[in-house]
């Protein structure tokens, strides 16, 4: 049974609901020892005090702030906590937005948040049911273990889901970073239908469930023939880089060895279009021609799309 790694309240309005926080995700890495090669012997590391080269206790380190001139100023852990003491048990909700428009960019870990008692389980499932039904997520920060979080809540499969953000701050200009940026090019008009054909050709529902960490799988693969002293077989190198020349006939060979896209089985507009996932109606809205695809919702794609499809099979009739 998983342990919270905090708790405190989410304040939604004049609505208080105490919380405990969850990590959601967990680390299958493979994970290797230090050795020093041609011994046995490991390499460790230790919170060791320069100047008397003795190890140092973790409960005797405090944090030290670098001046310009050199000098530190040192805090104590319970310093950090007393000057927030409200923040550090509280995710105050600012705003709502529609989750859609967080750009990927800005997500960083992600958390579950459970009721701390039974008694608070129905101002919870009021806050999950209004966002699930709405779509949105609520923008909030919170402190945590000395740090403060910007984070987005969400709902979840039958919970609130928290996902911590990075600060506008943090996110580095990719033309201050990046030694050499792509050229603006105009993509010529062949090259670029050939490519939207190839996106469309690979395009399918989201499914999870059919993606698994394999290099971790052959990390442990590797270990076992090692210990058994079985020969390593190394695997095939990476694909060369595509010459412009050779670029339109890549994308052609590439839509043409593709197998037809799960969702070109998508049932049609007489059938029921619910189950259907955005992308596929969208991909349906555009084979139909429908324009402003781009600013329908989930639900207008759905109206336009049975009312293309009847007005189609009509004329075609």
Do not use: C
């Amino acid at each position: 049974m998983a342990r919270p790694i905090w708790s405190g309240a989410v304040n939604f309005g004049l609505v208080t609901v105490p919380v405990e926080l969850y990590s959601a995700t967990e680390d299958h890495t493979v994970h290797f020892r230090q050795f020093q090669r041609g011994t046995s012997d490991r390499i460790r590391y230790r919170r060791v005090n320069e100047r008397t080269g003795k190890e140092v206790e973790y409960n005797d380190i405090v944090k030290g702030y670098e001046l310009d001139d050199g000098d530190y100023v040192l805090i104590e852990p319970e310093e950090l906590d007393e000057i927030a003491p409200g923040r550090s048990r509280a995710l105050d909700i600012e705003a709502f937005v529609d989750l859609d428009e967080i750009d990927p960019t800005y997500f960083q870990k992600t958390y579950w948040l459970a009721p701390s008692k039974e008694e608070f389980e129905r101002a919870y499932t009021l806050l999950l049911a209004a966002m699930d039904k709405t779509n949105k997520a609520a923008i909030s920060k919170f402190v945590m273990r000395g740090k403060e979080y910007l984070a987005a809540l969400r709902a979840g499969d039958g919970v609130l889901v928290l996902n911590t953000l990075h600060f506008p701050a943090d996110l580095r200009d990719p033309a201050k970073e990046l030694r050499k940026l792509p050229a603006k090019a105009k993509p010529r008009g062949k090259e670029l239908d050939m490519a939207v054909a190839l996106v469309d050709s690979m395009s399918e529902p989201w499914k999870p469930e059919n993606f698994e960490d394999t290099y971790t799988k052959r990390v442990e693969k590797l270990v076992k023939d090692k210990k058994a002293g079985r020969t390593v077989t190394p695997e095939e190198e990476p694909a060369q880089a595509t010459q412009v020349v050779d670029l339109f006939e890549a994308l052609a060979k590439s839509v043409k060895g593709r197998k037809p896209s799960s969702s070109s089985s998508a049932p049609s507009a007489e059938e029921d279009l619910s189950s259907l996932s955005k992308a596929d109606l969208d991909k349906m809205a555009r084979e139909l021609g429908i324009k402003g695809r781009s600013k329908m919702t989930r639900a207008d794609l759905e109206k336009a799309v049975k009312k293309a499809s009847s007005s189609s099979k009509k004329k075609a009739s």
